[in-house]
């Protein structure tokens, strides 16, 4: 399971949701199967949706 809070704390170089999204779909895409969201990303650019929009972005890419 591929929670949000590690992969931020991983990926140190994320920068931007934008960023992030494409980490995500990288990970599902390297066989991930769920998505857990426990914490907000701290980009500026992150919209209000954000939670789905992530959501969205893991399960469209497997």
Do not use: C, N
Request: hydrophobic share 40%.
């Amino acid at each position: 399971m591929l929670w949000l809070s590690e992969l931020l704390m991983q990926d140190h170089e994320v920068s931007s949701f934008e960023e992030l999204k494409e980490r995500i779909r990288e990970r599902a895409l390297q066989g991930e199967l769920h998505f857990g969201m426990d914490v907000r990303p701290p980009f500026a650019d992150t919209p209000d949706d954000w939670e789905e929009v992530l959501e969205s972005t893991f399960y469209s890419a497997r």
